[in-house]
Nanobody, 123 residues
Framework: VQFVESGGGVVQRGGSLRLSCAASESTIFRCMGWFRQAPGKDREGVAAISRAGGTMYPDSVKGRFTISKDNSKKTLYLQMNSLKPEDTAKYYC???????????????????WGQGTQVTVSS
C-alpha cells in the first residue's frame, strides 16, 4: 500500500492542524499510526488506531491529538490541537501488515510508510 500525506504547514502556538493520509488500497484490516521525527531526535509514535478502532497516545499529546480513520475514503487523519513548538517535526503515517497488532512502543510492526509532511509550530 502507498500513502499520500497532506495537511502539514506552519502554525502558531496554540493553533490546530489536521493531517490526512490517503491510502492506495483499503486499510480496513490494518492497525495504523502516526509518527514524528524532529532533527536530531528519535522517531516517536504519537497516535495509533487498532483494527477495532481503539486508539493510543503517548502522554505528550494525549488530550490534544486525535487519530481517526475513514475506511470508506481509505484515509487516516490526525487532528492536532493546542500545538506547541515542541510538536515541530516531520509527521509520517504508517500501517502494519493486515491482521498484525501494533502499538506505539515498537515501530517494527509498521510495514508501510508515507513520505511525511512537515509541521512547524512557531512561538
Amino acid at each position: 500500500v502507498q500513502f499520500v500525506e497532506s495537511g502539514g504547514g506552519v502554525v502558531q502556538r496554540g493553533g490546530s492542524l489536521r493531517l490526512s493520509c490517503a491510502a492506495s488500497e483499503s486499510t480496513i484490516f490494518r492497525c495504523m499510526g502516526w509518527f514524528r521525527q524532529a532533527p536530531g531526535k528519535d522517531r516517536e509514535g504519537v497516535a495509533a488506531i487498532s483494527r477495532a478502532g481503539g486508539t493510543m497516545y503517548p502522554d505528550s499529546v494525549k488530550g490534544r491529538f486525535t487519530i481517526s480513520k475513514d475506511n470508506s475514503k481509505k484515509t487516516l487523519y490526525l487532528q492536532m490541537n493546542s500545538l506547541k513548538p515542541e510538536d515541530t517535526a516531520k509527521y509520517y503515517c504508517a500501517a502494519a501488515a493486515p491482521f498484525v497488532n501494533c502499538g506505539l512502543g515498537d515501530d517494527r510492526p509498521f510495514r508501510d510508510w508515507g513520505q511525511g509532511t512537515q509541521v512547524t509550530v512557531s512561538s
